[in-house]
């Protein structure tokens, strides 16, 4: 069975590498090593969890596969959402009325939780809050996006719901039947970000290592034992930060997620004439499709866009032809568009599309299962690691520690999940054509 880890080494060219800033280039581990926390993954959680807890006075090393930073992490679409994937209510329905809140406080605050270590630590990496728009392409999807937008604005905060003139103008395309617009969302670099975590980290006294895969965990008496190709770490305490890039390293864990190959797509530079006319106000969006695919324009004046390609197995080139087609429906004004270059990365999928906190074994903790909500809840999640190794009281937390869960039916997971993006695909396709058909005959 193919792993994400299995992937090629080298990070690909992205969007983001341009204003990246410099890697790393941090050794190897190399000897054995004592510490009070290990923390297995570089990405975005662990490096937060590695600041957090660093910052809290405990020795931590952070052993990292590949490069900081080099899966989901560098490769996701870079929104920056104030919620989770579920409504409000489904929240508190399903975490009942206190950890259900306090879910919905922590999500709607991830956003500023991000902005404040960007400002703290000053890390380049284009951190923006000018709002986040989201698309209705269908009766139903306009009906829940005025429950939103009434519910928030209930609780005074900056949304707004947009019809389709207003949308239009917003987005640059009278495409979707209308919109909403929150405000407290936002765009980010996440590779710089992750990058300006990792140096903070550093900086608050950790010790991280890339090209370092950890081969075996296991108990030494009091301590967990990781062992790497050239070293050891010897730690009271491990974090099991891998999220979609999960391998055997823990039994049974990677079977609480199914890995899902997602793509991204960045255009050449656009003429300036046509790049003025989308999204003009900077936000990025996506719409209410159920395989959705993000957009958002680059200061370089690229076109950064989902497209779709195989959901599993090795690395594959996906057809552009799809998603540039949707992008000219969109955007007529774009003409012929050409990319200049693509990438692939995983993302977790579990069965409550939801972030959990594992606790495997005592003083072994795991964080998974992004479900397309990646950068600022792993920040936050992060930090809710370190909370949990220092002893804050668990009524505390965002959300308690639960037992790990394997994914009903995982060992067809796969060919159940390729029909099922499939059936969506049709779905989406059928609606799609019902949207456009709706378009104003003015459209061009």
């Avoid at 999960?246 to 199914?258: F, S, Y």
């Avoid at 003429?271 to 996506?286: A, C, E, F, H, S």
């Amino acid at each position: 069975m193919y792993l994400p880890i299995q992937d090629d080494p080298t990070p690909p060219q992205t969007a983001y590498v341009s204003r990246g800033g410099e890697p790393l280039k941090l050794a190897p581990l190399a000897g054995t090593v004592q510490c009070d926390i290990a923390i297995v993954g570089g990405g975005i959680g662990g490096c937060s969890a590695a600041l957090h807890a660093a910052e809290g006075g405990a020795r931590v090393v952070v052993l990292e596969a590949n490069q900081i930073g080099w899966g989901a992490s560098s490769r996701n679409a870079g929104h920056l959402p104030p919620a989770t994937k579920h409504d409000p209510d489904e929240v508190i329905a399903r975490y009942g009325a206190v950890a259900g809140q306090r879910l919905i406080d922590a999500a709607e605050q991830a956003p500023v939780v991000v902005g404040e270590l960007v400002a703290r630590h000053g890390i380049d990496c284009e951190y923006s809050v000018p709002g986040i728009i989201m698309a209705a392409h269908t009766d139903a999807a306009m009906r829940n996006t005025e429950k939103r937008v009434d519910y928030w604005s209930k609780r005074g905060r900056p949304v707004e719901l947009l019809d389709r003139k207003k949308a239009g103008e917003m987005i640059g395309s009278d495409y979707y039947l209308g919109a909403w617009i929150d405000r407290r969302g936002g765009r980010i670099n996440p590779l710089a970000y992750v990058r300006g975590l990792a140096r903070a980290a550093i900086k608050a006294g950790a010790t991280l290592h890339e090209n370092t895969r950890v081969a075996k965990l296991e108990r030494d008496g009091a301590k967990w034992k990781l062992t790497t190709p050239n070293g050891v770490v010897l730690a009271d305490k491990v974090f099991l930060c891998t999220n979609a890039y999960t391998d055997d390293l823990w039994p049974g864990l990677k079977q609480t997620i199914v890995p899902i190959r997602v793509y991204q797509f960045g255009s050449r530079p656009l003429r300036d004439n046509v790049r003025k006319t989308i999204l003009p106000g900077g936000q990025p969006m996506t719409d209410s499709r159920r395989l959705l695919s993000g957009i958002r324009v680059h200061s370089d004046g690229r076109l950064q866009f989902g497209g779709h390609g195989p959901a599993f197995g090795p690395l594959s080139k996906p057809s552009a032809g799809a998603a540039i087609s949707r992008l000219q429906r969109l955007f007529p004004q774009l003409g012929d568009i050409e990319t200049d270059f693509w990438w692939s990365g995983f993302m977790a999928m579990n069965g409550d599309n939801s972030w959990h906190i594992h606790e495997l074994a005592p003083g072994l903790l795991a964080m998974l299962g992004c479900n397309g909500r990646g950068v600022a809840l792993a920040t936050i999640y992060g930090r809710e690691l370190a909370r949990h190794a220092n002893g804050a009281p668990t009524a505390d937390f965002v959300l308690p520690k639960s037992p790990p869960k394997r994914i009903f039916l995982y060992p067809v997971a796969k060919p159940l999940v390729t029909a099922l993006i499939k059936y969506y695909a049709l779905r989406d396709a059928i609606e799609v054509r019902h949207l456009e058909r709706s378009r104003p005959a003015t459209a061009a």
